[in-house]
């Protein structure tokens, strides 16, 4: 535990020092999810400025006049208003996967990173960082498949059990079994991100072939860390939910705003918190040291006397032509 301990309370050091990031994130996210909500929002505003049913969804909430006002025909199709925050949830993982290289540049850098450097590490490492995101969906599509296999077999043969609560405790151990292999997968992939950013890595096949024998080796530290950043994500996310229900009245627009940003730029906090978790643990295990050669006088230089000892008897001149 206090390896944990010390991991991570080096990482959260390196996220408050680098506080910029988060916020340039969040303005990211604010300014996708405003745009990806534009189509919803201009069907909504079509609809509801001219019904008196609108007062049921703005001094609280009423599903039966949301389904009703999604059934309407004057609403459209819903995958009309849906498409728009798909593409611009796509473009916010192309976006990360752009920006995130300089980010881990940063935590690793000693300094403030310059923006020039930012950018370089960013252009360098596009193309890296997209092919790990292509070999990463290919082994969470192929592990979580076969999970959710074992997860549905598992469950049906429960169900011939005579212990009524069986079912539901196959379910959760299933789940967290799944949440811990996700985890430990996610833990792999930000550690070859990590290796081609810091190490110039160009063959990413030997970045993903470090990181998953450095995170096996010690799986538990790096899940452990990992799985209780992830908790306190679901604190706060919990923490904002309760907050906004209980204390936001409905009608209030600002008061919402204000929670939700909030929260969110906590779980962003939570998010590089695990990122700086993988830079300082490649920092400190996974970097080779810089070997120091020893200082080796050159035979051929010149020597020159040592100068004279102040008050120390003097070498008398020779005269001049002797």
Not at 27 to 36: D, H
Request: include cysteine; charge should be neutral.
């Amino acid at each position: 535990m206090g390896e944990n301990e010390g991991l991570l309370t080096s990482a959260l050091s390196r996220v408050r020092h680098n506080k910029r990031y988060i916020f340039w994130f969040w303005v990211l996210n604010v300014a996708l999810a405003w745009l990806g909500a534009g189509a919803f929002q201009a069907e909504a505003h079509g609809i509801l400025d001219h019904s008196l049913f609108s007062g049921r969804l703005v001094h609280g909430f009423d599903l039966a006049v949301l389904i009703e006002m999604f059934a309407r025909p004057e609403f459209g199709s819903m995958m009309a208003s849906v498409a728009p925050a798909m593409h611009f949830a796509a473009l916010y993982f192309l976006l990360t996967a752009l920006f995130m290289p300089g980010v881990l540049q940063g935590y690793a850098a000693t300094y403030r990173l310059p923006r020039a450097e930012f950018f370089r590490a960013c252009g360098t490492n596009l193309w890296r960082f997209v092919r790990l995101m292509i070999v990463a969906a290919i082994v969470v599509g192929i592990l979580s498949a076969a999970l959710f296999g074992i997860r549905a077999a598992l469950m049906d043969k429960s169900l011939e059990s005579t212990n009524e609560l069986l079912h539901f405790e196959v379910s959760i151990t299933c789940l967290c079994v799944i949440f811990l292999v996700m985890t430990a997968v996610r833990v792999w992939f930000d550690l070859a991100e990590v290796d081609v950013v810091l190490s110039d890595q160009r063959a990413v096949r030997k970045s993903i072939s470090t990181a998953f024998r450095n995170a096996w080796k010690n799986l538990g530290h790096l899940l452990g860390a990992y799985v209780l950043i992830a908790i306190i994500g679901i604190g706060i996310l919990v923490g904002g939910i309760f907050c906004w229900i209980k204390f936001v009245p409905a009608a209030s627009v600002f008061g919402a705003v204000v929670v939700s940003q909030f929260t969110l730029i906590l779980l962003l906090i939570a998010r590089f918190w695990q990122r700086s978790v993988a830079v300082t643990y490649y920092l400190q295990s996974m970097m080779e040291p810089i070997a120091e050669k020893p200082f080796m006088p050159d035979p051929n230089a010149m020597t020159f006397p040592p100068p004279p000892i102040p008050g120390g008897p003097s070498t008398p001149l020779e005269p001049a032509g002797s």
